[in-house]
Nanobody, 121 residues
Framework: QVQLVESGGGSVQSGGSLSLSCQAS?????KGWLRQAPGKKREVVVA??????QYARSVKGRFTFSQDDEKNIWFLQMNSLEPEDTAMYYC???????????????????WGQGTQVTVSS
């Protein structure tokens, strides 16, 4: 069992920045961030694993994933935030290679509790 604890998030105006972090209890090969806005389908924001770091088109160039495998922690730096980025953000981990992650085909093994990101216009 892998425990994931998120921190960060909050409220910011359009164009602002926020940073999220996810502390895992142990190392996993596949790591990611997902989000879900009210009334919308859950979306994989970024996945990192065997196939490198893959971003959703909606955040590419604005969001940056990073990780520290020695500390089992990973981050999501979010810049140029837009109201459309408003959602509950979850970190997730999987014991596999992240195959199919960015195309929403992966069933993630472990989830964080979620942290709210709100972007006002």
């Amino acid at each position: 069992q892998v425990q994931l604890v998120e921190s960060g998030g909050g409220s910011v105006q359009s164009g602002g920045s926020l940073s999220l972090s996810c502390q895992a209890s142990t190392w996993t090969n596949c790591k990611g961030w997902l989000r879900q806005a009210p009334g919308k389908k859950r979306e994989v924001v970024v996945a990192s694993g065997h196939y490198g770091i893959q971003y959703a088109r909606s955040v590419k160039g604005r969001f940056t994933f990073s990780q520290d495998d020695e500390k089992n922690i990973w981050f999501l730096q979010m810049n140029s935030l837009e109201p459309e980025d408003t959602a509950m953000y979850y970190c997730a981990a999987d014991r596999g290679h992240c195959s199919g992650a960015i195309s929403e085909k992966l069933v993630w093994d472990y989830w964080g509790q979620g942290t709210q990101v709100t972007v006002s216009s």
